[in-house]
């Protein structure tokens, strides 16, 4: 079935630091893909997508590719804030069977 | 702007009482969702709904039900609460199609004791 793997955090920089969090997928097909951010006492909110193969989506400076040959979407942004502190969660979906799975979630704490 | 409102931030319940969370989108969204977030194990689909009186199950659904009557409102029933279901529960909601992206609210805390 459908799944996806993040890093496991928690994961610590310190401000103006490059951030990396590995995401990799298991689907058939083409699934959409996202990156969504939680931040303390709230709910998800999408940060960026993509929805076929090569695209980029980008947000907020982070950035994301959708790499087919690799089944990956790698979350990067090249200078962390202390406010991009939050758990971050990598999902895909698949419309044919509406099947939205999500990453356990990788928590980032930013130091200034 | 997009809202995802459910009726309780925090609740405290006893085992063995039925539990009501209630779900209101205002985006006229056909697809609904009920998650279950849990440190370490992410977001895990409890059940979700594509239209007004449809549901289907997701990957944990033991212990609860739902219910969507009207297309605006979802909501997810624990008919007798159990502490393993204290957690953080997530609505969201979807339009139908292309794109999806998810919307969801800020969640709601239960605790059972």
């Known amino acids: 079935g459908n799944s996806v793997t993040q890093m496991e955090g928690p994961v610590t920089l310190s401000e103006e630091a490059f951030l990396t969090i590995n995401c990799t997928y298991t689907a058939t097909g083409y699934p959409s893909l996202f990156w969504y951010v939680q931040y303390p006492g709230e709910g998800l909110q999408l940060l960026l997508k993509?929805?076929?193969?090569?695209d980029k989506g980008s947000n907020k400076g982070f950035e994301a590719t959708y790499r087919k040959e690799t089944t990956s979407f790698h979350l990067e942004k090249g200078s962390v804030q202390v406010s991009d502190s939050a758990v971050y969660f990598c999902a895909l979906y698949r419309r044919n069977n509406n099947d939205m799975r999500f990453g356990a979630g990788t928590r980032l704490t930013v130091k200034p | 702007d997009v809202k995802v409102t459910q009726s309780s931030r925090y609740l405290v319940k006893r085992t063995g009482e039925k539990v009501f969370l209630e779900c209101v989108q205002d985006m006229d969204h056909e697809n609904m969702f009920w998650y279950r977030q849990d440190p370490g194990l992410g977001l895990r689909l409890i059940y979700f709904?594509?239209?007004?009186?449809?549901?289907e199950k997701g990957d944990i659904p033991e212990g609860y039900s739902v219910s969507r009557e009207k297309k605006e409102r979802f909501s997810l029933i624990l008919e007798s609460a159990s502490t393993n279901q204290t957690s953080m529960y997530l609505c969201?909601?979807?339009?139908?199609?292309?794109?999806?992206?998810?919307?969801f609210g800020e969640g709601s805390w239960l605790t059972v004791v």
């Open positions: 969201a909601s979807s339009f139908g199609g292309t794109g999806n992206t998810i919307y």
């Open positions: 709904s594509y239209d007004v009186k449809m549901k």
């Open positions: 993509a929805t076929k193969a090569d």
